[in-house]
Protein backbone atom coordinates (compact mmCIF):
# COMPACT_ATOMS: atom_id res chain seq x y z
CA UNK A 1 0.00 0.00 0.00
CA UNK A 2 1.34 3.37 -0.60
CA UNK A 3 0.72 6.65 1.65
CA UNK A 4 1.39 9.79 1.99
CA UNK A 5 1.63 11.75 4.94
CA UNK A 6 1.12 8.23 6.62
CA UNK A 7 -2.38 9.11 5.65
CA UNK A 8 -3.38 9.54 2.27
CA UNK A 9 -3.18 6.84 -0.27
CA UNK A 10 -1.59 7.75 -3.43
CA UNK A 11 -3.09 5.91 -6.75
CA UNK A 12 -2.30 5.50 -10.26
CA UNK A 13 1.68 5.35 -9.30
CA UNK A 14 2.96 2.88 -11.24
CA UNK A 15 5.13 0.71 -9.33
CA UNK A 16 7.99 -1.69 -10.91
CA UNK A 17 9.69 -4.96 -9.59
CA UNK A 18 13.42 -4.76 -11.04
CA UNK A 19 14.07 -8.59 -11.77
CA UNK A 20 10.53 -9.45 -12.94
CA UNK A 21 10.06 -6.88 -14.97
CA UNK A 22 6.48 -6.79 -14.03
CA UNK A 23 5.01 -2.92 -13.29
CA UNK A 24 1.12 -2.10 -12.03
CA UNK A 25 -0.50 1.04 -10.70
CA UNK A 26 -2.10 1.27 -7.16
CA UNK A 27 -5.65 1.77 -7.09
CA UNK A 28 -7.38 4.49 -5.17
CA UNK A 29 -7.08 3.10 -2.11
CA UNK A 30 -3.14 2.89 -3.06
CA UNK A 31 -3.16 -1.00 -2.94
CA UNK A 32 -1.15 -2.95 -5.55
CA UNK A 33 -0.01 -6.48 -6.18
CA UNK A 34 2.59 -7.77 -8.36
CA UNK A 35 4.44 -10.86 -9.37
CA UNK A 36 8.21 -10.64 -7.90
CA UNK A 37 11.45 -12.82 -8.26
CA UNK A 38 13.30 -13.80 -5.51
CA UNK A 39 14.93 -11.47 -3.49
CA UNK A 40 13.33 -8.76 -6.16
CA UNK A 41 13.41 -5.49 -5.52
CA UNK A 42 10.45 -2.73 -5.77
CA UNK A 43 10.86 0.74 -7.18
CA UNK A 44 8.46 3.65 -7.08
CA UNK A 45 9.20 6.84 -8.81
CA UNK A 46 6.54 9.13 -9.08
CA UNK A 47 6.78 12.83 -9.95
CA UNK A 48 6.91 15.00 -6.80
CA UNK A 49 7.79 12.34 -4.48
CA UNK A 50 11.38 10.94 -3.29
CA UNK A 51 11.99 7.45 -5.16
CA UNK A 52 11.64 4.83 -3.23
CA UNK A 53 13.33 1.28 -3.53
CA UNK A 54 12.26 -1.77 -1.22
CA UNK A 55 13.82 -5.09 -0.81
CA UNK A 56 11.69 -8.42 -1.54
CA UNK A 57 13.07 -11.07 1.18
CA UNK A 58 13.64 -14.81 0.31
CA UNK A 59 10.58 -15.67 1.53
CA UNK A 60 8.20 -13.68 -0.26
CA UNK A 61 5.02 -14.95 -1.09
CA UNK A 62 1.83 -12.82 -0.29
CA UNK A 63 4.87 -10.32 1.37
CA UNK A 64 2.85 -6.94 2.10
CA UNK A 65 4.41 -3.52 1.77
CA UNK A 66 3.10 -0.52 3.38
CA UNK A 67 5.47 2.56 1.97
CA UNK A 68 4.91 6.01 2.88
CA UNK A 69 5.85 8.53 0.31
CA UNK A 70 7.36 11.67 1.05
CA UNK A 71 6.07 14.59 -1.32
CA UNK A 72 8.91 17.35 -1.72
CA UNK A 73 6.50 20.53 -1.92
CA UNK A 74 6.40 23.26 -4.38
CA UNK A 75 3.55 24.74 -6.47
CA UNK A 76 4.65 22.73 -9.18
CA UNK A 77 5.08 19.50 -7.74
CA UNK A 78 1.14 20.01 -6.07
CA UNK A 79 -0.46 20.32 -9.57
CA UNK A 80 1.65 17.42 -10.34
CA UNK A 81 0.26 15.52 -8.03
CA UNK A 82 -3.36 16.57 -8.61
CA UNK A 83 -3.30 16.21 -12.08
CA UNK A 84 -2.34 12.60 -12.39
CA UNK A 85 -4.51 11.90 -9.94
CA UNK A 86 -2.04 10.65 -7.09
CA UNK A 87 -3.61 12.62 -4.39
CA UNK A 88 -7.19 14.39 -4.08
CA UNK A 89 -6.75 18.20 -3.88
CA UNK A 90 -8.41 18.89 -0.91
CA UNK A 91 -6.11 16.40 0.61
CA UNK A 92 -2.76 17.36 -0.42
CA UNK A 93 -3.62 20.94 0.43
CA UNK A 94 -4.66 20.17 4.11
CA UNK A 95 -1.90 17.86 4.15
CA UNK A 96 0.86 19.85 3.29
CA UNK A 97 -0.57 23.28 5.65
CA UNK A 98 -1.05 20.38 8.59
CA UNK A 99 0.90 17.44 8.56
CA UNK A 100 4.45 18.17 7.21
CA UNK A 101 5.64 16.02 10.44
CA UNK A 102 4.43 13.17 8.44
CA UNK A 103 6.06 13.83 5.48
CA UNK A 104 9.05 11.99 6.76
CA UNK A 105 10.71 8.77 5.30
CA UNK A 106 12.06 7.85 8.61
CA UNK A 107 8.36 7.21 9.52
CA UNK A 108 8.46 3.96 7.39
CA UNK A 109 10.56 2.28 10.07
CA UNK A 110 8.53 0.65 12.88
CA UNK A 111 11.42 1.79 15.83
CA UNK A 112 14.56 3.32 15.37
CA UNK A 113 17.01 -0.13 14.95
CA UNK A 114 15.14 -0.91 11.76
CA UNK A 115 15.57 2.06 10.54
CA UNK A 116 19.40 2.11 11.33
CA UNK A 117 19.89 -1.37 9.69
CA UNK A 118 21.80 -0.93 6.57
CA UNK A 119 20.94 2.54 6.13
CA UNK A 120 24.34 3.90 7.71
CA UNK A 121 27.87 2.56 6.48
CA UNK A 122 29.32 0.61 9.31
CA UNK A 123 26.48 0.02 11.57
CA UNK A 124 25.34 -3.33 12.70
CA UNK A 125 22.36 -3.65 14.60
CA UNK A 126 21.57 -7.13 15.57
CA UNK A 127 18.98 -8.30 17.89
CA UNK A 128 15.75 -8.75 17.99
CA UNK A 129 12.26 -6.64 19.35
CA UNK A 130 13.22 -5.93 23.22
CA UNK A 131 16.77 -6.94 22.50
CA UNK A 132 19.38 -4.74 19.92
CA UNK A 133 22.42 -4.72 20.11
CA UNK A 134 23.94 -1.54 17.78
CA UNK A 135 27.63 -1.56 17.09
CA UNK A 136 30.06 -0.10 14.38
CA UNK A 137 32.90 -1.52 12.39
CA UNK A 138 34.12 -4.83 13.90
CA UNK A 139 33.94 -5.35 17.99
CA UNK A 140 37.05 -3.60 20.48
CA UNK A 141 36.89 -5.08 22.80
CA UNK A 142 37.49 -9.27 23.98
CA UNK A 143 35.44 -8.56 27.66
CA UNK A 144 34.03 -5.01 27.86
CA UNK A 145 30.78 -3.41 26.33
CA UNK A 146 31.12 -3.56 22.60
CA UNK A 147 28.11 -1.24 21.96
CA UNK A 148 28.40 2.42 20.28
CA UNK A 149 27.43 5.85 22.82
CA UNK A 150 24.41 7.66 21.57
CA UNK A 151 23.78 10.99 21.94
CA UNK A 152 20.30 12.47 21.83
CA UNK A 153 19.96 16.21 21.56
CA UNK A 154 23.13 16.37 23.07
CA UNK A 155 22.69 14.20 25.84
CA UNK A 156 25.17 11.70 26.24
CA UNK A 157 24.31 7.69 27.39
CA UNK A 158 20.41 8.45 26.47
CA UNK A 159 18.20 5.68 25.58
CA UNK A 160 16.63 5.04 22.56
CA UNK A 161 14.25 2.31 23.00
CA UNK A 162 11.42 4.64 23.24
CA UNK A 163 12.07 6.88 20.13
CA UNK A 164 9.86 6.91 17.47
CA UNK A 165 11.48 7.38 13.62
CA UNK A 166 8.55 9.50 13.38
CA UNK A 167 10.26 12.17 15.92
CA UNK A 168 13.59 11.55 14.54
CA UNK A 169 15.02 14.99 12.13
CA UNK A 170 18.61 13.73 11.64
CA UNK A 171 21.12 10.80 12.43
CA UNK A 172 24.70 11.62 12.49
CA UNK A 173 27.39 8.79 13.08
CA UNK A 174 30.91 9.45 14.34
CA UNK A 175 33.86 6.89 14.50
CA UNK A 176 37.33 7.08 15.05
CA UNK A 177 39.33 10.45 15.83
CA UNK A 178 35.92 12.65 15.86
CA UNK A 179 34.34 10.41 18.47
CA UNK A 180 37.30 10.81 20.67
CA UNK A 181 35.16 13.97 21.59
CA UNK A 182 33.13 11.94 23.92
CA UNK A 183 35.96 10.25 25.84
CA UNK A 184 36.27 6.74 26.22
CA UNK A 185 32.81 5.89 26.05
CA UNK A 186 32.74 7.27 22.31
CA UNK A 187 35.77 4.53 22.05
CA UNK A 188 33.37 2.28 19.96
CA UNK A 189 31.58 5.47 18.14
CA UNK A 190 28.96 7.42 18.66
CA UNK A 191 25.50 7.81 17.00
CA UNK A 192 24.11 11.38 17.04
CA UNK A 193 20.10 12.17 17.10
CA UNK A 194 18.51 14.93 16.94
CA UNK A 195 14.93 15.10 17.15
CA UNK A 196 12.18 17.44 16.41
CA UNK A 197 12.19 19.89 19.05
Not at 64 to 81: G, H, P, Q, W, Y
Amino acid sequence: MLTAFNKYPVANVEVKAKKSKSSVLTDSSGQFQIVCNEKDVIQIKPQGFKSVSRSISKNYNDETLKINLVFMDSRKNRELAVSKGYMKVEELTFAVSNLQQENNEYCNFSNIYELMKGRFPGVHVDGTSGSYSVTIRENHSMSGSNEVLFVVDGTPGASVDGLHPCEISSISVIKDGMAAAYGTRGTNGVIIIETKK
